[in-house]
C-alpha cells in the first residue's frame, strides 16, 4: 500500500473522528481505512489509536506520529503545487544542442526573439556537430541535421536544410570554374570531417553520388573555419546555404555546380518524451515549429 495514502488516511480519521468518516473521503471502505492504519502501525512497531466501542483517542505514539505526518503531507502538497504553478507558466533554464552552422547563423538570432517573447525563460545553446546523448547529457531538446536513427525520442520535421558549392571570384581566376564535378579532381575541396570518413564529397540527387576525388590539404569538423577558409582563397567548400547565402549576395563567393548539389538534408528538433511537457519545452517547439 501506498505510504503517503495511510499518512492521509490516518490524518483524516484522527481529524473526522471515525474510519468510517475517513473512508467517505477518500472514497474506500471502512475496513479498507483499517488497513491502511493497521499497515502504519507494523511498521511502526505500535499502536496509533486506542479503540473502544465508543471512541478511538491518539496513543502517545499516535501523537507524535500524527504531527509528523502533517508535516509530510503538507510538504508534498506545498511541492505539487510547486510543479503546477511551473508547469502553467513558462519559465526556467532550457538547454539546447544544435550543429554549428545552424546555431550559429539561423538558430541564435531566431532564439534572441524567443526570449523576448518568454521573459521568465532562459537559454543555454551548445553548438557542436556531433550527435550528443540527450538525456545522458542534459538537454531539453536538440537539432539534427540529416537522417534520424532510431530512438525514444520524439522527433518533429523542420524544413529541409540545402547545401550549396562556392569559391571566391580570386581563386576561380586562378584555377578555373568547374562545370562538372568530374572537374574537382583538380582543385583543393575544402574537407568537412562529420560529412565523409572516406574523402571526397558525395554529389548528386542520383542513388551512386559521385565521390572519390582527393581530399584538400585543409579539413576541419567545424563549418566556419572552412568557409574562412575558402574565403582566404585557398579552395572550394560545400557547406549548408545559410552558412553561405550572405557571402554570395555580397559578392564574396560564387555558387558552382547548382545541379549537381546533394538533396537537401532533413533538419529535425528531438526532445525526449513526456506526457505533459513543461511549459518551457512546449512553449519553444511550437516557436521552432512556426520560425523553421
Known amino acids: 500500500m501506498d ?71 503538507d510538504q508534498v502538497q506545498a511541492a505539487e503545487s510547486g510543479a503546477a504553478r511551473l508547469r502553467g507558466t513558462a519559465k526556467g533554464m532550457l538547454r539546447i544542442n544544435a550543429p554549428v552552422s545552424f546555431g550559429t547563423v539561423v538558430l541564435a538570432p531566431a532564439l534572441t526573439r524567443f526570449l523576448q517573447q518568454q521573459p521568465e525563460v532562459q537559454v543555454e545553446l551548445i553548438l557542436n556537430d556531433r550527435v550528443v546523448d540527450i538525456v545522458d547529457e542534459g538537454f531539453d531538446l536538440a537539432f539534427r541535421i540529416g537522417e534520424l536513427a532510431d530512438s525514444t525520442l520524439v522527433a518533429r520535421r523542420l524544413k529541409d536544410y540545402g547545401v550549396m558549392i562556392c569559391a571566391t571570384p580570386d581563386y576561380l581566376k586562378r584555377h578555373g570554374t568547374p562545370q562538372h564535378p568530374d572537374e574537382l579532381s583538380a582543385h583543393q575541396c575544402l574537407g568537412f570531417t ?99
Open 3 to 73: 505510504r503517503l495514502q495511510s499518512m492521509a488516511v490516518f490524518v483524516a480519521t484522527v481529524d473526522k473522528g471515525s474510519l468510517s468518516a475517513a473512508a467517505e473521503v477518500f472514497n474506500i471502505s471502512p475496513p479498507m481505512a483499517g488497513k491502511h492504519i493497521r499497515q502504519l502501525e507494523a511498521r511502526l512497531g505500535g499502536r496509533l489509536l486506542a479503540r473502544t466501542t465508543r471512541r478511538q483517542s491518539l496513543t502517545e505514539l499516535g501523537r507524535v506520529y500524527l504531527a509528523q505526518c502533517r508535516q509530510i503531507l
Open 194 to 292: 562529420h560529412w565523409s570518413k572516406k574523402g571526397g564529397w558525395a554529389l548528386g540527387r542520383s542513388a551512386a553520388p559521385a565521390l572519390g576525388w582527393p581530399v584538400s590539404r585543409f579539413q576541419s569538423n567545424n563549418s566556419l573555419a572552412l568557409r574562412m577558409a575558402a574565403l582566404e582563397g585557398f579552395g572550394i567548400v560545400m557547406q549548408h546555404a545559410v552558412m553561405l547565402a550572405d557571402d554570395v549576395a555580397a559578392g564574396r563567393l560564387v555558387e558552382l555546380l547548382p545541379a549537381y548539389c546533394p538533396a537537401p538534408r532533413q533538419l529535425h528538433l528531438v526532445y525526449p518524451k513526456d506526457r505533459q511537457p513543461m511549459p518551457k519545452l512546449s512553449r519553444l517547439i511550437e516557436f521552432a515549429l512556426v520560425e523553421f
